[in-house]
C-alpha cells in the first residue's frame, strides 16, 4: 500500500510541476492495477531478456531533461549538462522523489516499452487482410430503405443465393453510396476462419 500513495503523490508532484490536476476518484485504481502490471512484468523481465541498464535509465532521463538546441545553435556540453542537472533536481524536489526512486520508475517504463517492441516482433508485416461482409437489417420495418425482410428469411435467401448478391439485392436501398455488402479491410489475425 506505501507504493501506491507513494505513486499517487509523485504524480499529484508532476502536476503540480507540469500545471495540471490529480482525479483522486479514478487515479488510485488505475495506479494500483499499474503496480499490479509492473510488478508481473518485473518478474518476467529476465526470462523475456529484457533488462535496461543503468546507462539506457541515464539516456532516458538526459532525453527528458536536456533541453533542446536550436537547429545551428553552438552550445557548450558543460552548460547543457548544467542544465540537465538543474532541470532533472528541480523535478525531482517538486515529485519529492529521490534519484534512486525515480530511477526505479524510468526503469520500469523502460521495462515497459522493451515489452511493446518484443509483443511487436510477433506482428506480421505487411499484413495480410480480408473483406468482411455483413448484412444490415432495420430493426424498424418502416424505416426508409428498409426491405422488410426477418433475419430467418434472410438466412433463408442465402442458403440459394450467393453472399455477395443477395445484400445489395434484397435488404439494401439502391441508392447506398458505398458498396453495401463490405464493411471494411481487416487483419485476417481477428479471425484465421475469413477467407481472403
Given at each position: ?6 505513486r ?64 545551428g ?75 422488410g ?7 433463408q ?34 479471425s ?5
Amino acid at each position: 500500500m506505501g507504493d501506491l500513495v507513494q505513486r499517487i503523490r509523485v504524480l499529484q508532484g508532476v502536476n503540480r510541476y507540469e500545471g495540471g490536476r490529480v482525479d483522486l476518484s479514478t487515479v488510485p485504481f488505475e495506479y494500483l492495477q499499474n503496480l499490479v502490471n509492473v510488478e508481473i512484468l518485473r518478474q518476467a523481465a529476465p526470462e523475456l531478456g529484457i533488462d535496461p541498464s543503468d546507462e539506457a535509465i541515464e539516456n532516458e532521463l538526459r532525453r527528458r531533461y536536456t533541453p533542446t538546441v536550436p537547429e545551428g545553435q553552438e552550445v557548450d556540453p558543460g552548460q547543457l549538462d548544467r542544465e540537465f542537472r538543474n532541470n532533472y533536481q528541480t523535478f525531482l524536489t517538486a515529485t519529492g522523489l529521490t534519484d534512486s526512486e525515480f530511477r526505479v520508475i524510468v526503469e520500469e517504463e523502460i521495462t515497459e516499452f522493451g515489452l511493446f517492441l518484443l509483443m511487436g516482433q510477433e506482428i506480421e508485416s505487411p499484413q495480410t487482410h480480408v473483406e468482411v461482409r455483413w448484412i444490415r437489417l432495420s430493426i424498424d420495418p418502416s424505416e426508409s430503405g428498409s426491405s422488410g425482410l426477418l433475419p430467418d428469411q434472410v438466412a433463408q435467401r442465402l442458403e440459394v443465393e450467393p453472399f455477395e448478391t443477395e445484400p445489395v439485392r434484397l435488404i439494401v436501398p439502391p441508392d447506398t453510396p458505398i458498396p453495401p455488402a463490405t464493411l471494411a479491410g481487416c487483419p485476417r489475425a481477428l479471425s484465421p476462419t475469413w477467407t481472403a
